[in-house]
């Protein structure tokens, strides 16, 4: 009775799919490692009457902005956000509720891990799994805003978005703009 051997290494179906697989994998690792640092958290007080609030003002109460120019930028995108829910600007004596802002920035660490992937062709006794890690410094953008009620003078809102900061100016812009409008995305709360 003559028989095979099955080394695992022919070109079966099953070792077709687990290659299909590996490479798979390898792609979601890429882009996981290539992802940045965008953490956004939302709280509400549940008992406040959102209902009532068609008017807001920025409040001078919160953190300065280093740079009075992204300063600007940050509350034209708060104010617009607000805008595309019926909400207008207005002086703060007429103003429903305020707005508290709180810029910061913290330095982080981001550590990708990367692999050269499963290499099948070398057969049993080569290759194999290629990995590696690299740790990078990288500065981390805070901004928190707070909604406060003008009647009742009660924090009833808090967003808060944590973003990785590049060197690119007009970047960064555009990811904070997009971190604003996922903050407000469901605002107010219903």
């Known amino acids: 009775m003559e028989g095979r051997m099955n080394t695992g290494i022919s070109g079966s179906r099953d070792n077709r799919l687990s290659s299909v697989w590996a490479i798979v994998l390898m792609l979601a690792v890429m882009a996981a490692g290539c992802a940045s640092v965008k953490e956004i958290t939302v709280d509400w007080d549940e008992e406040a009457d959102f ?7 920025f409040s001078d109460e919160g953190m300065p902005f280093i740079n009075e120019k992204a300063g600007v930028v940050v509350r034209e995108m ?7 829910k019926g909400i207008r600007q207005v002086e703060a004596e007429d103003a429903d509720f305020m707005v508290v802002l709180f ?7 981001r550590v990708d891990w990367y692999s050269m992937g499963y290499m099948p ?3 049993v006794w080569g290759g ?17 805003v707070d909604i406060v009620d003008a009647r009742l003078k ?3 809102w808090r967003g808060k ?4 900061m590049k060197e690119d100016i007009k970047g960064s812009l ?9 903050m407000f995305r469901k605002f107010p709360p219903r």
């Open 121 to 123: 062709w070398w057969g």
């Open 174 to 182: 555009d990811r904070v703009m997009g971190a604003i409008e996922d």
């Open 154 to 156: 009660r924090m009833v």
């Open 128 to 144: 194999g799994i290629g990995v590696g890690t690299r740790a990078t410094d990288i500065k981390i953008g805070t901004m928190m």
């Open 103 to 109: 810029p910061g920035q913290k330095a982080g660490l």
């Open 161 to 164: 978005v944590d973003i990785e």
């Open 51 to 57: 209902s009532g609030f068609k008017t807001f003002a």
């Open 78 to 84: 708060v104010a617009a956000e607000l805008g595309t």
